[in-house]
Each structure stands twice: as structure tokens, then as C-alpha cells.
């Protein structure tokens, strides 16, 4: 039934606005927004929607978001010469910029949107 349909995935947000700044200012990504909605167009034609839920959001806590990136490192520093902070989590190490390293998984690193919302960087 759903083979041919073009599926895309959501989350929620607390303010449209904050959030398209953020992705569309501070991660770069191209963002539109109509009826309400702002939708990200991330790289290979992937479309995600984020929706308003103001004060009902409740910040997903697993990692909605993966970019990957080829240099995990470049791309932390660039990230928080952008203002962005990396989160530290129980149970990884991580390194002084909050790459964890090892446990059999790429290099990553986690950070959150203005909404709360767990997002990562991880290195291919």
C-alpha cells in the first residue's frame, strides 16, 4: 500500500520561528515554511517536518536527527564557533569537546536544538 508513497518523518517544536532560524541560520539547512509548518529539505531530496506544539512540547529524548559528516572533529568546531554545545551523556567518553570515541560506533557527538530536541553529529 505505502511502497510508492513518499513517507517523511516529524517532530515537534516549541516556537516555528526559533526553529527555522536555527536550522536555517546555524546548521545551514535549507528551511520553508507554509501553514504553520517548517519543513527542513536536507540533503538527497529527504524532507522533515517540524510542528508547532508550544507549551504541549515535550523534547524527544533519543536522537532525532543523525548528520553525518567526514570529520567529526572539523565539524564540532565549526558547530560551536556557530554557538552550538555539545551535550555529555553517562556511560561514553568523550573527549573535551563531547565526541565520544569507540565502543565499537563511529566518533559522535550530540547536541540539542532550541526546542530541546537531541540531534548528532557522527563521523563516516
Same mark, same amino acid.
Given at each position: 500500500?505505502?511502497?510508492?508513497?513518499?513517507?517523511?518523518?516529524?517532530?515537534?517544536?516549541?516556537?516555528?520561528?526559533?526553529?527555522?532560524?536555527?536550522? %536555517?541560520?546555524?546548521?545551514?539547512? *535549507?528551511?520553508?515554511?507554509?501553514?504553520?509548518?517548517?519543513?527542513? !529539505?536536507?540533503?538527497?531530496?529527504?524532507?522533515?517536518?517540524?510542528?508547532?506544539?508550544?507549551?504541549? !512540547?515535550?523534547p524527544a529524548t533519543y536522537t532525532?536527527?543523525?548528520?553525518?559528516?567526514?570529520?567529526?572533529?572539523?565539524?564540532?568546531?565549526?558547530?560551536?564557533?556557530?554557538?552550538?554545545?555539545?551535550? *555529555?551523556?553517562? %556511560?561514553?567518553? @568523550? +573527549?573535551? !569537546?563531547?565526541?565520544? *570515541? %569507540? +565502543?565499537?560506533?563511529?566518533?559522535?557527538?550530540?547536541?540539542?536544538?532550541?526546542? %530541546?530536541?537531541?540531534?548528532?553529529?557522527? @563521523?563516516?
Open positions: 500500500m505505502f511502497g510508492t508513497s513518499k513517507a517523511f518523518s516529524g517532530f515537534s517544536v516549541n516556537d516555528i520561528e526559533t526553529a527555522g532560524k536555527f536550522y %536555517g541560520e546555524t546548521l545551514g539547512i *535549507r528551511v520553508s515554511e507554509a501553514n504553520g509548518l517548517l519543513t527542513l !529539505h536536507l540533503a538527497g531530496g529527504t524532507e522533515v517536518l517540524a510542528y508547532p506544539k508550544g507549551d504541549a !512540547h515535550v532525532i536527527l543523525n548528520f553525518p559528516v567526514e570529520d567529526i572533529d572539523k565539524a564540532v568546531a565549526e558547530l560551536t564557533a556557530r554557538g552550538v554545545r555539545f551535550e *555529555r551523556y553517562e %556511560g561514553f567518553e @568523550q +573527549d573535551e !569537546h563531547g565526541v565520544a *570515541r %569507540g +565502543d565499537g560506533g563511529p566518533p559522535i557527538a550530540w547536541f540539542t536544538d532550541p526546542a %530541546g530536541n537531541i540531534l548528532s553529529v557522527l @563521523q563516516v
